[in-house]
């Protein structure tokens, strides 16, 4: 069974990037498990201090990601970037050992948004992350209710592209387990 963990950077009720993920959660493909780490809000701002007596929100997380084979992130861009709740997850994992070559996809509700894209991968190559951009999706999703986001990613066309991602995410996991048994 492959376990991918997935992470909403946005924290709204409405979160289209959340949606996403929650449809992705319907069309996991057989043999992939995939669950929704749903923390993001009550984590506490990282603070070096708090790295050897981790505060318990930040242990869950590390809990949660260490015992998946991979991390699935849906961000909003905010002002260019990563939104301060996204990037401070990250922080309480960089330097974390066990995170080092974690296969990271990145899933997107909008076409904009490329700048949180360039700053989400320059962050994680540098947490030595490895990136499998053949599992990226976008589904346009900006500006719609829920309602209507849910409209758009019950279309057969959007569930075949999100079972064609997370297809080819499990098929990058797999190799890579491949090459640690060689």
Same mark, same amino acid.
């Given at each position: 069974?492959?376990?991918?963990?997935?992470?909403?950077?946005?924290?709204?009720?409405?979160?289209?990037?959340?949606?996403?993920?929650?449809?992705?959660?319907?069309?996991?493909?057989?043999?992939?498990?995939?669950?929704?780490?749903?923390?993001?809000?009550?984590?506490?701002?990282?603070?070096?201090?708090?790295? /050897?007596?981790?505060?318990?929100?930040?242990?869950?997380?590390?809990?949660?990601?260490?015992?998946?084979?991979?991390?699935?992130?849906?961000?909003?861009?905010?002002?260019?970037?990563?939104?301060?709740?996204?990037?401070?997850?990250?922080?309480?994992?960089?330097?974390?050992? /066990?995170?080092?070559?974690?296969?990271?996809?990145?899933?997107?509700?909008?076409?904009?948004?490329?700048?949180?894209?360039?700053?989400?991968?320059?962050?994680?190559?540098?947490?030595?992350?490895?990136?499998?951009?053949?599992?990226?999706?976008?589904?346009?999703?900006?500006?719609?209710?829920?309602?209507?986001?849910?409209?758009?990613?019950?279309?057969?066309?959007?569930?075949?592209?999100?079972?064609?991602?997370?297809?080819?995410?499990?098929?990058?996991? /797999?190799?890579?387990?491949?090459?640690?048994?060689?």
């Amino acid at each position: 069974m492959i376990k991918i963990l997935a992470i909403s950077g946005s924290v709204r009720v409405a979160s289209t990037n959340t949606l996403l993920l929650r449809a992705a959660v319907q069309a996991a493909p057989e043999g992939m498990e995939l669950s929704i780490y749903e923390g993001l809000r009550d984590l506490p701002t990282f603070s070096p201090d708090l790295t /050897e007596s981790l505060p318990p929100e930040a242990q869950a997380l590390r809990t949660r990601l260490a015992s998946a084979d991979g991390l699935l992130i849906a961000s909003p861009e905010y002002a260019h970037g990563v939104p301060g709740g996204m990037k401070n997850a990250l922080d309480w994992i960089v330097g974390w050992g /066990e995170f080092a070559d974690k296969p990271v996809a990145f899933f997107s509700t909008s076409e904009y948004g490329e700048h949180a894209k360039v700053s989400l991968a320059e962050i994680l190559q540098t947490m030595s992350a490895r990136l499998v951009p053949e599992a990226s999706l976008t589904i346009h999703l900006r500006g719609k209710k829920p309602d209507e986001a849910g409209q758009v990613l019950a279309l057969a066309s959007n569930q075949a592209a999100l079972r064609l991602a997370l297809a080819a995410f499990a098929r990058a996991i /797999e190799s890579e387990h491949k090459g640690d048994e060689a």
